[in-house]
């Protein structure tokens, strides 16, 4: 099978394109509509420009494609760690798309590029273009087990367990309610339940209190804070700064 380097380029920004579709389903979920302002245009300057790669075969196309490539690759990076998630979907499967669509397609820019300053020929070796076929089979296969270890994974918390236990809502970004009263040296129930697709952390600064809950999951935790004061409540996930709150004890 044989593919031009752009050709392969242009698929694995669709893959990337693709990524920043499913972060947006996530965060529209999760209440953060202003995502649509973010997300978009990444969606759309990937396609763009894999469009140019499959229909215009000069080297501005393949440069065009290297730096989106490498700029979308450099913004992803730090999410990295998701990939360890992989019973996690909302977790994994974004930055999973992202990372192999960016790569591959700065990958096979620079490749076009190395090839026209050679003067040698623009296509693929066969083996190349199977290769990268697989590695998209391998990542599809990943996606679904992903979403479906994921589906099997919930956990709730008992009606049993839940009874004088004080309920936490994460969603939308929010701790509901956000602001918990509780007193000293006396030990405190809570139940969290996260109604957003993605993790969140339960994290009370100045205590050993900190929690990861994964998206669509409940449960129960026991802690003592002994001494009285304001402590504040927050998720510790990158990119959640702003979902805070306040933990009183009296």
Known sequence: MNAPYRVLAAVALVVFAVSQIVVLIELLHDGESGAIFFLVP???IAVVVAGLLTSVNRAWTAIVGLVVGVATFLMDVPYIWHIAEFGR???FVPITLALCGSGFGAAFAAADLVQRRRGAALDAPPAVAAGFAGVL?????LVVMSFAVDASRADDVSASDRQGATVVTMEDYDFRPDGLELSAGKPARIVLENEDF???TFTIKGTDVDVEVAGGDEELIE?????????????????????KGTVFVR
Do not use: K, N
């Open 42 to 44: 990444f969606a759309v």
């Open 223 to 243: 802690f003592t804070i002994g001494s009285p004061g304001e402590y504040q409540l927050r998720c510790d996930i990158m990119g959640h700064e702003g979902m």
């Open 198 to 200: 993605g993790t969140h």
């Open 89 to 91: 979907a909302w977790e």
């Open 137 to 141: 089979a391998v990542v599809a296969v």
